[in-house]
Nanobody, 116 residues
């Protein structure tokens, strides 16, 4: 059974940082690319960042480039999203995701609120 469990969200002031974690189980972690998405109130879910199986390549949405860093620890079956210089427009529920055999799996999400 595939499980993706996000953690690390919370309330942070503009300019602050958070690190999100996504702990996984139920599949061969090292064999799958992983992604983070986010969904703000009233908006569609959007891709934030993705990382290859070995972690040697990442790509980011233009809105987060230079501020967010995605990494993975294959030994711990966990992926991390380091978010720096946070802005109010980063406020959203953040979801970890994995695509496997044409089915996309999602975690339950973690709320990130950037506000003074």
């Amino acid at each position: 059974q595939v499980r993706l469990v996000e953690s690390g969200g919370g309330l942070v002031q503009p300019g602050g940082s958070l690190r999100l974690s996504c702990a996984t189980s139920g599949f061969t972690f090292s064999g799958h690319a992983l992604s983070w998405y986010r969904q703000a109130p009233g908006k569609e879910r959007e891709s934030v960042a993705a990382i290859t199986t070995a972690g040697d390549s990442t790509n980011y949405a233009d809105s987060v480039k230079g501020r967010f860093t995605l990494s993975r620890d294959n030994a711990k079956s966990t992926v991390y999203l380091q978010m720096n210089s946070l802005k109010p427009e980063d406020t959203a529920v953040y979801y970890c995701s994995m695509l496997w055999v044409l089915k996309r799996y999602w975690g339950q999400g973690t709320q990130v609120t950037v506000s003074s």
